[in-house]
């Protein structure tokens, strides 16, 4: 599912409707880290990430029990990333997730601070993990893993499709 996408009409951050019907993603997820959400999910619940701008662990995606970090009007809404398992019937799947609709908790939602959004608005991120000690909120801090982000710059084409559109902003994500 393209990140943003809704069947309702969304309020942009400028205030403006938007249908949300945007082909490139803003977010996607490792393999790897889409193993640990499963497993942080497993004992926690559904999560959520959140991107702030702040140093040392800000500069991390968090990742929360969902509805622990109440997210308002200063974040911006990425997307979701595609937490289901790989496919088991053994044809080759580089790390995609099984076909079919993702069930309720397979899409996890990742927010940014808006302010941050503004420095990153050309880059697709990629949540990633990594050994290492997790920043200290973040539900993966002991299991002796880390998230991080890798980031590119969008391609000229990618970024005319997204245009200078923002994303939705706010305290829901489109469902």
């Given at each position: ?96 997730p099984a076909e079919g609709e ?22 697709h991120l990629t949540i990633d ?47």
């Amino acid at each position: 599912m393209p990140s943003g996408s809704s069947d309702e009409v969304s309020r942009r951050s400028d205030g403006e409707e938007w249908d949300g019907d945007v082909n490139v993603r803003r977010v996607d997820v490792s393999a790897e880290a889409a193993d640990m959400v499963r497993r942080l999910r497993a004992d926690h619940g559904p999560v959520m990430f959140h991107q702030s701008g702040g140093c040392c662990d800000g500069s991390s995606p968090m990742c929360y029990p969902k509805g622990d970090f109440l997210t308002g009007d200063a974040d911006a809404f990425l997307g979701t990333i595609d937490v289901r398992a790989p496919r088991t019937d053994g044809e080759p799947t580089d790390g995609e997730p099984a076909e079919g609709e993702p069930a309720g908790d397979d899409l996890v939602e990742v927010w940014m601070s808006a302010a941050q959004f503004a420095y990153w608005r050309h880059t697709h991120l990629t949540i990633d993990i990594v050994p290492g000690r997790g920043a200290g909120f973040s539900l993966e801090g002991p299991t002796g893993f880390r998230f991080l982000i890798r980031s590119r710059l969008f391609t000229d084409d990618e970024y005319a499709e997204l245009g200078e559109t923002p994303p939705r902003v706010g305290v829901q994500a489109p469902t």
